[in-house]
């Protein structure tokens, strides 16, 4: 059981298959998100509609700075002592 190197994808297909499936991923999980606002909608108030917009923007600029990596960040500094952890916070 050989792998023929021919038959191998190229690099460009490879690229191309993967933006297409991120691409349907992403939109698969925006239309899904789109489905469950509209039935949120229709079962809360207004003020609580509001109360969840505020969750959902406080979420967002969690997930904001989990993209930028500053999980990753503090879990590989070297030591833990409080001028590292001062200088990590600002």
Excluded: H, K
């Amino acid at each position: 059981m050989t792998s023929d190197p021919s038959n191998a994808p190229s690099l460009r297909e490879r690229v191309v298959s993967g933006v297409v499936w991120l691409t349907a991923t992403r939109a698969f999980g925006q239309i899904i998100t789109w489905i469950i606002t509209i039935f949120v909608v229709r079962l809360l108030s207004p003020e609580d509609y509001g109360v969840m917009g505020m969750a959902i923007v406080f979420t967002g600029v969690l997930f904001l700075l989990n993209e930028i990596g500053l999980g990753q960040r503090s879990s590989r500094t070297p030591s833990s002592a409080p001028t590292s952890c001062r200088t990590f916070a600002g």
